[in-house]
T-cell receptor, first 115, second 115 residues
Framework: ETGVTQSPTHLIKTRGQQVTLRCSSQ?????VSWYQQALGQGPQFIFQ???????GRGNFPPRFSGLQFPNYSSELNVNALELDDSALYLC??????????????FGPGTRLTVL | AQKITQTQPGMFVQEKEAVTLDCTYD???????LFWYKQPSSGEMIFLIY??????QNATEGRYSLNFQKARKSANLVISASQLGDSAMYFC????????????FGSGTKLNVKP
């Protein structure tokens, strides 16, 4: 069974730039969620995708956007980067809620630094 | 609104001893799931244990057990026979609301296992 993978591992950008982070879901999982984890804090929910549609969003501005593809892989795009966007970005995949188990399995994360 | 509280920023435990990490939660949903994750310094969130709100018995997974007290809204993690490799951040999380697989995370507890 293939686990959740994310790329790149690390990324350095400057303020105002745009960034795309990628995630491949665990085999058989059609739901993917993205989280932002600032240093010393717990992860904060950004949004979730199910069957290529956004299925809920946290308190993040529209410059955070996402996509899910037919193979259930996903992208997180962040436009107009700000210094406070520096964080670990975690992708998690799961079966949809109500499918018997809703455990989210996380990837290794992408550490984004905005200078 | 859902909320997870972890009141222990840091804990020390002697190798081979047991340790309890505290977690309290707040939700108005009758159906919810509670999870514990381990996050080593590498950043990846590792799933440890799950407790459903309707489960009658406390969950156990190897050296991990969850002390679930529904009336008190607490879901403490007990690690028996601590090992040096248990040193990490530990996060309590709750799934909610129903039909939406969003996780709410606590602020985490840093566990240090002393030899």
């Amino acid at each position: 069974e293939t686990g959740v993978t994310q790329s790149p591992t690390h990324l350095i950008k400057t303020r105002g730039q745009q960034v795309t982070l990628r995630c491949s879901s665990q085999s058989g999982h059609n739901t993917v969620s993205w989280y932002q984890q600032a240093l010393g804090q717990g992860p904060q929910f950004i949004f979730q995708y199910y069957r290529e549609e956004e299925n809920g969003r946290g308190n993040f501005p529209p410059r955070f956007s996402g996509l899910q593809f037919p193979n259930y892989s996903s992208e997180l795009n962040v436009n107009a980067l700000e210094l406070d966007d520096s964080a670990l970005y975690l992708c998690a995949s799961s079966l949809p809620s109500g499918a018997g188990t809703d455990t989210q399995y996380f990837g290794p994360g992408t550490r984004l630094t905005v200078l | 609104a859902q909320k997870i509280t972890q009141t222990q920023p840091g804990m020390f435990v002697q190798e081979k001893e047991a340790v309890t990490l505290d977690c309290t939660y707040d939700t108005s949903d009758p159906s919810y799931g509670l999870f514990w994750y381990k996050q080593p310094s590498s950043g990846e969130m590792i799933f440890l244990i799950y407790q459903g709100s309707y489960d009658q018995q406390n969950a156990t997974e190897g050296r991990y057990s969850l002390n679930f007290q529904k009336a008190r809204k607490s879901a403490n993690l007990v690690i028996s026979a601590s090992q040096l490799g248990d040193s990490a951040m530990y996060f309590c999380a709750m799934r909610g609301p129903i039909n939406f697989n969003k996780f709410y995370f606590g602020s985490g507890t840093k566990l240090n296992v002393k030899p």
